[in-house]
């Protein structure tokens, strides 16, 4: 007698969540004979999640489209319980996936946790320990751990903070990451055919090293923001770099940047890119300057140092493994750092060249195989 089909909603909301479950919903799709897969888009993000789903060519069942414009937090949590409660009751799927650590992932764990589904938590036990930062990520995190029935452990430091936690040991599972899984399919793509990036093509790097910026957490809104552009400012005066900065579309990292940063030589502050662009970008740098999660846990594929411009990080094996290092806001600090790694090679060479602490490529394989194993026995 077969084995009943399992019908694994999986519920995305932002770019980065897109990244990391695409390989998770193709190879739940590639097993298509013992699972039914249903993609649900919150849209989040609009433009930034569309890029992703079109490039990784997830099929997305149901989009909820619900971004409006300066959309405040409690109001986007308002909005997504109400759908998210409505698609739950009508598809009544047999386990919700989630990734992270959105708003997006906290409001469908708990509304799944309301009608009694299984949530099973990709990329789980991040922690900082501060409720504050990220904000409001490390919350969401938090409290989505409490109502998860699979948690998906990327590392063993993120299963020890969830075992702290009270969480039964027999519900976690160390898989690695599947952003590491997306990234090497995507390095292969841009190795065959390098993408074109219009506001680029004049970009000359003989002779120069590339620093590569992102930048766009809430947490730094305000004076970090500012400090890393007075940083970038700083770096800019010298002749031997280009410094290229996809900026986030949000008003509180447009104003600022555009504000120091226009006009200056060296500086190219350009629309987001897609993800391809963006990974093509990653293979050229000689440093990144990032307050970003998943860029540190992609660059150490590459072999390239990662100076994160934040206090705190969820993702210390990047930290302990010497491929990050923990420079803050604070312009003097990230000017000073990025200048050893520029000038010193012996420097460069021993936080760079390490291999990736955060996973192997086979993330999604694992997760999909357990879920197989743990939902197909109930």
């Known amino acids: 007698m077969a084995k009943r089909r399992i019908h694994a909603l999986v519920i995305l909301g932002t770019r980065p969540e897109a990244v990391k479950l695409a390989p998770v919903v193709h190879e739940l799709l590639r097993r298509r004979a013992r699972f039914r897969v249903t993609v649900c888009a919150t849209a989040q993000h609009r433009l930034l999640l569309d890029q992703v789903t079109q490039l990784f060519r997830i099929p997305v069942h149901l989009d909820l489209n619900l971004m409006t414009a300066g959309q405040t937090l409690d109001t986007l949590t308002a909005r997504l319980m109400l759908r998210l409660s409505n698609v739950l009751r009508r598809r009544k799927p047999d386990v919700v996936i989630v990734q992270g650590d959105t708003?997006?992932?906290?409001?469908?764990?708990?509304?799944?946790?309301?009608?009694?589904?299984?949530?099973?938590?990709?990329?789980?036990?991040?922690?900082?320990?501060?409720?504050?930062?990220?904000?409001?990520?490390?919350?969401?995190?938090?409290?989505?751990?409490?109502?998860?029935?699979?948690?998906?452990?990327?590392?063993?430091?993120?299963?020890?903070?969830?075992?702290?936690?009270?969480?039964?040991?027999?519900?976690?599972?160390?898989?690695?990451?599947?952003?590491?899984?997306a990234f090497l399919a995507a390095r292969k793509i841009v190795a065959r055919r390098p993408?074109?990036?219009?506001?680029?093509?004049?970009?000359?790097?003989?002779?120069?090293?590339?620093?590569?910026?992102?930048?766009?957490?809430?947490?730094?809104?305000?004076?970090?923001?500012?400090?890393?552009?007075?940083?970038?400012?700083?770096?800019?005066?010298?002749?031997?770099?280009?410094?290229?900065?996809?900026?986030?579309?949000?008003?509180?990292?447009?104003?600022?940047?555009?504000?120091?940063?226009?006009?200056?030589?060296?500086?190219?502050?350009?629309?987001?890119?897609?993800?391809?662009?963006?990974?093509?970008?990653?293979?050229?740098?000689?440093?990144?300057?990032?307050?970003?999660?998943?860029?540190?846990?992609?660059?150490?594929?590459?072999?390239?140092?990662?100076?994160?411009?934040?206090?705190?990080?969820?993702?210390?094996?990047?930290?302990?493994?010497?491929?990050?290092?923990?420079?803050?806001?604070?312009?003097?600090?990230?000017?000073?750092?990025?200048?050893r790694l520029l000038d010193d090679p012996r420097a460069y060479r021993r936080i760079a060249h390490r291999g990736n602490p955060f996973g192997d490529g086979k993330a999604a394989r694992r997760i999909v195989s357990i879920l197989a194993r743990e939902l197909g026995s109930a």
């Open 195 to 339: 993408p074109r990036i219009a506001s680029l093509r004049e970009l000359d790097l003989r002779g120069k090293k590339l620093i590569l910026v992102t930048a766009h957490r809430r947490e730094n809104f305000g004076a970090g923001m500012r400090g890393i552009a007075e940083a970038l400012a700083r770096l800019a005066r010298r002749e031997d770099v280009e410094i290229v900065y996809p900026v986030h579309p949000n008003p509180n990292v447009t104003r600022p940047m555009h504000r120091a940063l226009d006009g200056l030589p060296r500086v190219r502050l350009i629309a987001p890119l897609d993800y391809l662009q963006f990974v093509w970008l990653m293979m050229q740098a000689f440093l990144v300057l990032t307050d970003s999660g998943g860029v540190q846990e992609e660059m150490p594929s590459l072999g390239r140092p990662v100076l994160v411009m934040r206090e705190k990080t969820e993702r210390p094996e990047g930290i302990e493994a010497g491929v990050c290092k923990l420079v803050g806001t604070n312009p003097a600090v990230v000017v000073r750092e990025a200048q």
């Open 103 to 181: 708003t997006t992932v906290l409001v469908a764990s708990l509304a799944a946790f309301y009608q009694r589904i299984p949530v099973a938590h990709v990329e789980a036990g991040l922690r900082t320990k501060d409720r504050f930062a990220p904000f409001p990520e490390e919350i969401n995190r938090r409290l989505t751990s409490h109502v998860a029935d699979f948690h998906f452990a990327p590392t063993r430091w993120a299963r020890r903070n969830l075992l702290r936690e009270g969480v039964p040991a027999s519900r976690i599972f160390v898989t690695g990451n599947t952003v590491v899984d």
